[in-house]
């Protein structure tokens, strides 16, 4: 069974500028929750129970998130409502460590620091600025794949062909509808040499063999230790697999797509989505008149 998961979170955001020049993006949030909320709260719905936050400086907002502030606790505790009992949730959710990359070295190095902390055991990863909304967790869908072959599982999905250079992308042989062997991993590739147009999604589960392969790993593309290829490394010695889960994936990091999830995530709102439809109506109205 998977109990550790590791959150990589240390990145600097340079895609949401200005917003995250002093706020983790991982803080970003989607109506009234932040991101790295709903990847902690999708990691305790697989059954994790101890989970290593990789944070870097300007990241102490997602510590204090995760602990009590018990001044608001008193303040808001006469209503007793929704509100308060998930504040209250927050800081029990699962044993949450946090560990700082010293430096923005890349995905690979960050998971570096989670050496000691996972040991022996195999972990799932769980990116940061990442959410999925599915109906079994994305993490609980790899660890189904782990149980059955006791090997790293990474979580993919189709995207389109032009797009594959701004993804780590697998090849492999089908075993099934939605699982594959893999004997081809590459980050952001060309599209001309891309082995196929399955994107790896932000979701890993990674044996401790990890370690060594990262070992040695040199730096790869931008000059960072990169986790793809440390899988290319592991796959010399380990099988791994790769899922095409099911589930829509969210990433914000981007500010396209932070804008269309939080209108899908405020749609899926009881409380907000006739206004938002109605409002989107007369904006959408308001807007084809004027243009
Ligand atoms: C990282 C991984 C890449 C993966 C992507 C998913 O890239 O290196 O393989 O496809 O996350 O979001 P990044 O987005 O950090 O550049």
């Known amino acids: 069974m998977i109990k550790k998961a590791v ?23 989607i109506i009234d929750t932040p991101t790295i909320q709903y990847v902690v709260q999708e990691a305790v719905d697989s059954g994790i129970e101890d989970i290593l936050i990789i944070s870097g400086r300007g990241k102490r907002a997602i510590e204090d998130h995760f602990d009590r502030n018990f001044e608001l606790e ?23 460590y946090f560990i700082r990359q010293k430096e923005i070295n890349g995905l690979g190095d960050a998971i570096m620091y ?6 022996n055991e195999p972990f799932a990863v769980l990116l940061g600025d990442t959410i999925v909304d599915s109906v079994i967790p994305v993490t609980q869908q790899l660890m189904d794949i782990y149980e059955q072959y006791k090997s790293t599982v990474i979580a993919v999905e189709e995207v389109p062909r032009d797009k594959v250079s701004r993804y780590g992308i697998v090849g492999g042989e089908e075993l099934s509808d939605k699982l594959m062997r893999l004997n081809q991993l590459i980050e952001k590739p060309a599209v001309e040499t891309s082995p196929s147009n399955l994107a790896i999604a932000g979701r890993y589960i990674l044996t401790p063999g990890i370690y060594k ?7 790869g593309k931008g000059n960072e ?3 793809t290829d440390a899988l290319i ?3 010399k010695t380990e099988s791994i697999y790769s899922k095409t889960f099911e589930g829509k994936r969210y990433d914000i990091g981007n500010k396209l797509d932070f804008i269309k999830t939080t209108i899908e ?21 308001d807007y084809e008149k004027a243009n």
């Open 7 to 29: 959150i990589p979170a240390a990145g600097l955001g340079t895609r949401f500028l200005p917003a995250t020049k002093a706020s983790p993006k991982e803080m970003l949030p």
């Open 225 to 227: 230790l990169q986790l």
């Open 265 to 285: 995530f405020a749609l899926k709102r009881k409380e907000f989505s006739s206004d938002v439809l109605a409002f989107m109506k007369e904006i959408i109205r």
């Open 74 to 96: 008193q303040r808001i505790k006469e209503k007793e409502d929704e509100t308060y009992n998930e504040i209250m949730n927050l800081s029990s959710l699962a044993n949450i």
């Open 213 to 219: 392969a990262l070992e040695k790993t040199p730096k």
């Open 233 to 235: 490394e592991l796959l």
């Open 114 to 119: 989670a050496r000691q902390h996972t040991g």
